[in-house]
C-alpha cells in the first residue's frame, strides 16, 4: 500500500494543473463527439424510417401498379427465387462497373495532377475537358456501339465515360489548391521530383482525392445501369426491362432499391477509408 501510495503522490506532483486541464478537456471533447455522432446516427435512422412511413401511407392511395409500397419491395427482395436472379444480375454489372471507375482513376488522378500543376497543360485540355463535361453521357452510346459493340467494352466506356470528367475537375483543383511552400519544403530537404509526387503532392491531394473517388463511384454506378439499358439489356437493366414488360412495378421498383443501397454501400465504404487515411484532417 505505501508503494502504491508513494507512486500517486509522484503522479501528482509531477503532473501540473495545466496538464491535468488538458486532459480533462481533450476527454469531454472525445465524450462530446460520441455523442454527437451517436445523436446524428440516431437522426440518420429516423429520418429513413420516417421516409418509408410516409412511402407507405402514400402509396396506400394509389394502385400497386402505380406506386408500390414498401412492403411489396421488402418481400420482392427476401424472394429467394428473385434473389438468386438478383445477385446474379448484380455480380455481371459490379464487373464493368469497377472496370470502367478503375481506368477512371487511372487516368483522372495523373492526368489532374499534371492539369493543376501546369498552368500550359491546363490551358490546352480545359477547354477539352469543359467540353466533354457539358455533353449529355447518353449522346455518345451512338459512337459506342460503332466503336465497341453493345456489350461489355462499349458498358466501361460509357461508365468510364460518365465518372472522368467529374474526378478530373475534382483532381484538378486539389492539385492547383496545394501551398507551394510544401514544395520549397521538399526541396530545401533534397527531394526529388518522385519523393516530391509521393510525399508531398499526394498527401497534399488527399480530401480532394476521397471526394473524386465519392463523386466518380456515384458516377459509376449511374453509368452501370445507363449502359445496361441504353445499350443491349443485360444484368440489372435486363431486369428492370422484363418487369416494366409484365407491368411489375415492384419489380422494377426494387432493382432501384438494390442499385440505391449498392451507391451507399460505396459511399460508407469510402467514407471509412477517408476516416482512416484522414483522420488528421478536420471537415
Known amino acids: 500500500m505505501s508503494t ?22 481533450r476527454g469531454l471533447r472525445s465524450r462530446l463527439g460520441a455523442v454527437l455522432l451517436n445523436a446524428e446516427r440516431l437522426t440518420q435512422v429516423a ?6 412511413l410516409i412511402w407507405e401511407l402514400v402509396a396506400t392511395q394509389y394502385s ?5 409500397p414498401p412492403s411489396a419491395v421488402l418481400r420482392r427482395l427476401f424472394d429467394p427465387a428473385f434473389d438468386l436472379k438478383l445477385l446474379k444480375a448484380l455480380y455481371g454489372a459490379l464487373q464493368h462497373m469497377l472496370a470502367g471507375f478503375g481506368l477512371a482513376v487511372a487516368v483522372a488522378v495523373p492526368l489532374g495532377i499534371l492539369m493543376g500543376r501546369h498552368p500550359r497543360i491546363n490551358a490546352m485540355l480545359d477547354p477539352l475537358v469543359s467540353a466533354l463535361y457539358a455533353i449529355p453521357s447518353v449522346a455518345f452510346v451512338p459512337f459506342l456501339v460503332i466503336w465497341f459493340g453493345l456489350f461489355f467494352e462499349s458498358r466501361v466506356a460509357l461508365v468510364f465515360i460518365m465518372a472522368f470528367p467529374d474526378m478530373l475537375i475534382v ?5 492547383r489548391d496545394i501551398k507551394r511552400n510544401l514544395f520549397a519544403v521538399g526541396r530545401s530537404f533534397g527531394a526529388s521530383p518522385l519523393q516530391i509526387a509521393l510525399k508531398v503532392t499526394l498527401p497534399a491531394m488527399l480530401p480532394f482525392l476521397m471526394t473524386a473517388f465519392r463523386v ?27 418487369s416494366a414488360r409484365t407491368f411489375d412495378s415492384a419489380g422494377v421498383l426494387t432493382v432501384v432499391v438494390v ?23 478536420h471537415r
Open 216 to 242: 466518380g463511384i456515384a458516377r459509376a454506378i449511374n453509368g452501370m445501369i445507363t449502359a445496361e439499358l441504353f445499350l443491349a439489356a443485360v444484368n440489372l437493366g435486363a431486369m428492370m426491362k422484363d
Open 259 to 281: 442499385v440505391c443501397l449498392l451507391g451507399l454501400t460505396a459511399q460508407a465504404l469510402i467514407a471509412a477509408l477517408e476516416a482512416r487515411l484522414l483522420h488528421w484532417h
Open 171 to 175: 483532381i484538378t483543383a486539389g492539385a
Open 4 to 25: 502504491v501510495r508513494s507512486s500517486m503522490r509522484r503522479y501528482w506532483m509531477s503532473t501540473s494543473p495545466s496538464d491535468l486541464a488538458a486532459s480533462g478537456s
Open 64 to 68: 400497386a401498379f402505380i406506386l408500390p
Open 47 to 52: 429520418s429513413i424510417v420516417a421516409g418509408l
